[in-house]
């Protein structure tokens, strides 16, 4: 909900469609070049949203073994 549209719809094509970038831009009727900047945004933003839970998760997996 926190993607602006034109990123969420590109990710969620890409990631859980499976659908290549090439496909994409045909389908949205862009440049593969939009296509791979807003897989970027969306990257960049999950990473910096689940910064704080990788540090949590990895201290559960110590704490595990």
């Known amino acids: 909900d926190k ?12 990631r859980f469609e499976g659908l290549t970038y090439n496909e994409i831009a045909k389908n949205l009727k862009i440049s593969v070049r939009t296509v791979e900047v807003r897989i970027g945004k969306a990257l960049a ?21």
Request: without cysteine; hydrophobic residues 60%.
């Open 45 to 65: 933003f999950l990473k910096d949203e689940l910064k704080d839970y990788l540090i949590t998760l990895a201290f559960i997996i110590v704490l595990i073994r």
């Open 3 to 14: 993607f602006p549209d034109e990123v969420s719809r590109v990710f969620v094509m890409n």
